[in-house]
């Protein structure tokens, strides 16, 4: 997945405007999205923390806030 830079700028901006379990939820999405290495791409290209991707990751696996 090609990201632009509207593509880049609404990632983040979406990110922001979230908070808590929501937020973690929707940047695992976006790094799904992208493919394998995404988690490391949303971290480079988007400033997006890998820990809290993770946590979102986890928080979808198990169904738990």
Do not use: C, P, Y
């Not at 880049?8 to 979230?18: N, S, V």
């Amino acid at each position: 997945m090609e990201l632009t830079d509207d593509l880049k700028q609404l990632f983040i901006k979406t990110a922001d405007a979230l908070t808590g379990s929501a937020r973690h939820v929707f940047m695992a999405g976006g790094a799904h999205v992208m493919g394998k290495g995404g988690q490391r791409r949303a971290e480079v290209e988007l400033g997006w923390n890998r820990g809290t991707i993770r946590k979102g990751q986890h928080e979808l696996d198990s169904g738990l806030e």
